[in-house]
T-cell receptor, first 113, second 114 residues
Framework: KAGVTQTPRYLIKTRGQQVTLSCSPI?????VSWYQQTPGQGLQFLFE???????NKGNFPGRFSGRQFSNSRSEMNVSTLELGDSALYLC????????????FGPGTRLTVL | AQSVTQPDIHITVSEGASLELRCNYS??????LFWYVQSPGQGLQLLLK??????LVQGIKGFEAEFKRSQSSFNLRKPSVHWSDAAEYFC????????????FGKGTRLHILP
């Protein structure tokens, strides 16, 4: 089976712009979670989608949003980018919700200038 | 509330030496426990997981971990490290509850001396 794929791998944006990141889960996996990883804060949970519905949300402002499509692919969007949004954004998929094993993609490195 | 503590931010060991990375968790019920490894610029790779049963869990790349309920710990071990093991290691806890998310520790960066 192919692993979790994320596109693009690298992105450079300027403050105030918006960005959309994409994640394709492992075939058959219905849950997709997004994380932000920075050197200072570590891995921080953004949100989880299951069956096209957001099931869980972390403590991030409303500028961070996401969605999931019927084929389980997911996108996350960040509007009005700030310098502090520079991070590695990781997507993870699992077959089911809760404590099920998560499999991670390689991440999208976002740099905000 | 669930939490995971990895007390060591950095650990340095010599190649060929044994390794133990510490992980302590806080959760009311029997947790699901995971160890992941992340190489620079990459995503996280699952090393091993504990859901139930035998408390000594074998993983990939020669790693093992032991679940100790009385100590709320899930330490990762390897008898002899290789230079390629240099990476960041994350312990995580999940509840198995459909509404709970997996919580990750802050990570331990492993450095290998030649």
């Amino acid at each position: 089976k192919a692993g979790v794929t994320q596109t693009p791998r690298y992105l450079i944006k300027t403050r105030g712009q918006q960005v959309t990141l994409s994640c394709s889960p492992i075939s058959g996996h219905r849950s997709v979670s997004w994380y932000q990883q920075t050197p200072g804060q570590g891995l921080q949970f953004l949100f989880e989608y299951f069956s096209e519905t957001q099931r869980n949300k972390g403590n991030f402002p409303g500028r961070f949003s996401g969605r999931q499509f019927s084929n389980s692919r997911s996108e996350m969007n960040v509007s009005t980018l700030e310098l502090g949004d520079s991070a590695l954004y990781l997507c993870a998929s699992s077959q089911n919700r809760g404590g099920d094993t998560q499999y991670f993609g390689p991440g999208t490195r976002l740099t905000v200038l | 509330a669930q939490s995971v503590t990895q007390p060591d931010i950095h650990i340095t060991v010599s190649e060929g030496a044994s390794l133990e990375l510490r992980c302590n968790y806080s959760y009311g019920a029997t947790p699901y426990l995971f160890w992941y490894v992340q190489s620079p610029g990459q995503g996280l790779q699952l090393l091993l997981k504990y859901f139930s049963g035998d408390t000594l869990v074998q993983g990939i790349k020669g790693f093992e971990a032991e679940f100790k309920r009385s100590q709320s710990s899930f330490n990762l071990r390897k008898p002899s490290v290789h230079w390629s093991d240099a990476a960041e290691y994350f312990c995580a806890v999940g509840a198995g509850n459909r509404d709970d998310k997996i919580i990750f520790g802050k990570g331990t960066r492993l450095h290998i001396l030649p």
